[in-house]
């Protein structure tokens, strides 16, 4: 996992964190906008309002910017598929997922984005990550769902397919929120929009999941 230069030190002061966060916010906003390989050092650190030598004391390379931000935000967009319960009603399970990955979309628009620009270019900077420790967990939960088929909670289904299709439709709401605002109108491109959302994708995955009567 890359690791700010400045927390290598035996005491991070709190003024050291602070310039971190602004660094890694200001990389945030260029790496979105341009891509890993548009991005450069000198746009971070105007961006962020710092010399290009102090942003280097806190982060070597730029590599070492965007992969702190990769990892941070695979970290915090795999929490909702965690907390999928094995014990937990299928419908309420399945439901609060498609709600937090929607207000994921909601409040994480460029993470969002970061992320998907990344896996367009083939995932170079963490490609170990996908097939560790994110298909690990994938793993895990489709296990869940399997258990569920099997004791009749929810109808028969791929459990990766249903995960995928979870992940397309409701990061859609981020990755393509200029499109999805331009087509609903001025009317209806609210914050409202999330919960039209929430509404319509829990009908149709729940129509498609409920167990066939005999």
Not at 25 to 42: K, P
Not at 61 to 74: F, G, H, N, P, V
Not at 90 to 105: F, G, Q
């Amino acid at each position: 996992m890359a690791v700010p230069r400045a927390a290598k030190t035996q005491r991070r002061t709190r003024i050291q964190e602070e310039k971190e966060e602004r660094i890694l916010d200001a990389a945030l906003e260029v790496f979105s906008s341009n891509g890993f390989r548009g991005a450069t050092i000198d746009q971070i650190a105007e961006a962020a309002g710092m010399s290009k030598p102090n942003l280097l004391y806190y982060f070597r390379t730029k590599e070492a910017i965007y992969r702190t931000l990769l990892e941070s935000m695979l970290f915090t967009w795999l929490e909702p598929l965690k907390a999928l319960d094995a014990e937990g009603d299928p419908e309420a399970e399945i439901r609060s997922y498609i709600r937090r990955k929607l207000e994921m979309s909601r409040d994480f628009p460029r993470e969002s984005r970061l992320f998907a620009n990344e896996m367009l270019q083939g995932a170079p900077h963490i490609e170990d990550d996908l097939t560790g420790p994110l298909k690990a967990l994938v793993d895990e939960k489709a296990e869940v769902i399997r258990s569920w088929i099997k004791n009749g909670k929810i109808a028969r289904c791929d459990p990766y397919h249903l995960i995928f299709a979870i992940w397309a439709t409701t990061q859609h709401y981020a990755d393509f929120d200029v499109q999805v605002r331009a087509v609903l109108g001025e009317n209806r491109a609210g914050e409202g929009r999330f919960e039209d959302a929430a509404r319509f994708l829990e009908q149709l995955f729940f129509e498609g999941l409920r167990p066939k009567k005999a």
